[in-house]
């Protein structure tokens, strides 16, 4: 007889485990089903995101910013190193050690809050009296209630052959044996710009190719401007926008990209190539059409603003949905379904979540960009302030960077905040507060921020919002 669950959770990266351990908690019998194995051959949670995107890009972040401080910054503090060098197996043994510790944890939080784990890949079978039948390896559950939390993967180019050795996606640019000479990638995105910036300081010659005209898009222009100066002039990143790329050729020494780029052809040979082109969403497989799921034109599952589905007590969370794919949007969906099925009033503002480029230095900022505000004939006023005017910036040198408040011109509820610091992750967090408060800018410059902090800088840009800088 087919187990029965309440509520089956189709994949368990952050929206999909947090979903499971949030619907669990509120009593819901549920299950949740993963078919990640990891390089040992053992089945694990986690998803992407804890296996081979966010936790372990961010420890070689880490080691490589360590790295660049022992032989480029230490001496501006008196420190004198000599004869350092880096053993890059063990940075990677730290890697996979922390993901094995943050895996092996969602085990642990599925035991405590009585998540039943299923091993392997679930396929959507049909809807009967009971709910609906997933199959699961050769067997099959049965459903009230399914959320669809499958994750996404990273886009290839067609014809080109990723191998995860000479030619790359983020899984095999976390694994890399060597330092390569010559580093090729394309794409100038979030994970081009981490995992290039991670090479780059270990010793790597970084050259990459971006096919759009303009450099981060998505950020604020002076976000933008501030980015491409510190990746270009002040790390070394080559970055080509506007090329259109042509034929690649893998042999035994390595790669080669023809492209074209202000008309020119031109040709890049390198010893490794990442492919950082964007990601797709993980419904191939899914048995979608056998249950009559409805998905966009992109592969996407089209969802309401609650993460309903076009089918009764079937939701869809995280990447495979509309609006930014970032881990932490998915957790705050899980959330909101688990408790929309126990009965609850939940919702996420998506105007309000936060992005983060994990670069040295960071890149931060949630709501409205200053072209955005153009477009749409909003009124709004602007205040920005260093942090090479903020003294616990110098003394920990890392002065690069501002804070910019968006702010309406009438009302003074703020719209956008912007920042650029090596701490901009952390620092992003009061706006995001704020702006679900509808706080404005006087209510930032009027909140008392300790001396000397980071914080400061905030502060500083929400008075510079209303021409009451101090500091500047």
């Not at 993901?99 to 091993?119: A, D, P, S, Y």
């Not at 079978?125 to 709910?131: D, F, L, T, V």
């Not at 052959?161 to 330092?179: M, P, S, W």
């Not at 003074?412 to 704020?434: M, P």
Request: aromatic share 6%; with cysteine.
């Amino acid at each position: 007889m087919a187990q029965e669950f309440d509520l089956v959770v189709i994949g368990s990266g952050p929206a999909g485990y947090v979903c499971a351990i949030r619907a669990a908690q509120l009593g819901i019998k549920t299950a949740c089903v993963e078919e990640w194995i990891n390089p040992k051959g053992e089945p694990v949670l986690g998803g992407t995101c804890l296996n081979v995107g966010c936790i372990p890009s961010k420890a070689l972040l880490e080691s490589s910013e360590n790295y660049e401080k022992v032989t480029h910054k230490f001496a501006d503090h008196g420190i004198s190193v000599t004869g350092a060098s880096f053993d890059l197996a063990r940075m990677i043994a730290r890697k996979d050690g922390i993901v094995e510790k943050m895996t092996k944890g969602i085990e642990f939080l599925f035991r405590k809050n009585k998540v039943t784990w299923i091993k392997g890949h679930a396929s959507l079978q049909a809807k009967g009296a009971n709910g609906y039948q997933i199959a699961v390896g050769g067997e099959t559950i049965s459903a009230r209630s399914v959320v669809i939390a499958s994750g996404s993967r990273a886009r290839h180019l067609p014809g080109l052959a990723v191998d995860n050795v000479t030619v790359c996606d983020n899984i095999g640019a976390l694994t890399f044996d060597r330092v390569p000479k010559r580093l090729g990638v394309i794409g100038a995105g979030v994970i081009g710009l981490e995992l290039g910036s991670v090479w780059k300081r270990l010793g790597a010659q970084v050259t990459i190719l971006e096919a759009l005209p303009t450099f981060l898009a998505a950020a604020d222009e002076a976000v933008a401007k501030e980015a491409w100066k510190q990746f270009t002039t002040n790390q070394g990143l080559d970055i080509h926008l506007g090329v259109q790329i042509g034929e690649i050729k893998t042999t035994a020494k390595g790669v080669t990209i023809q492209y074209q780029e202000n008309g020119e052809a031109k040709t890049l040979a390198c010893d490794r190539l990442i492919v950082s082109i964007g990601r797709i969403p993980n419904t191939e497989g899914l048995g979608a059409e056998a249950i009559g799921l409805k998905l966009d034109a992109r592969g996407f599952i089209e969802v309401d603003a609650q993460c309903r589905t076009n089918l009764p007590s079937v939701y869809a969370i995280g990447d495979v949905v509309r609006g930014p794919m970032l881990a932490h949007k998915g957790s705050e969906e899980g959330v909101m379904v688990a408790e929309l099925l126990a009965g609850q009033k939940a919702h996420v503002n998506l105007d309000t979540i936060p992005w983060v480029i994990y670069t040295s230095p960071e890149i931060a900022w949630v709501g409205q960009t200053e072209a955005h505000l153009k477009k749409a004939g909003i009124p709004y006023k602007v205040g920005s302030s260093l942090f090479i005017n903020n003294g616990r910036a110098r003394g920990q040198d890392e002065t690069d960077g501002f804070v910019k408040v968006l702010a309406h011109a009438t009302t003074d509820e703020i719209l956008g905040v912007h920042i650029v610091n090596t701490h901009a992750s952390e620092l992003i967090a009061e706006a995001v507060v704020a702006m679900e408060f509808h706080a404005s800018s006087e209510d930032i410059a009027r909140i008392v921020h300790a001396h000397p902090t980071l914080s400061e800088v905030v502060h500083e840009a929400a008075l510079a919002a209303d021409g009451r800088a101090l500091h500047a």
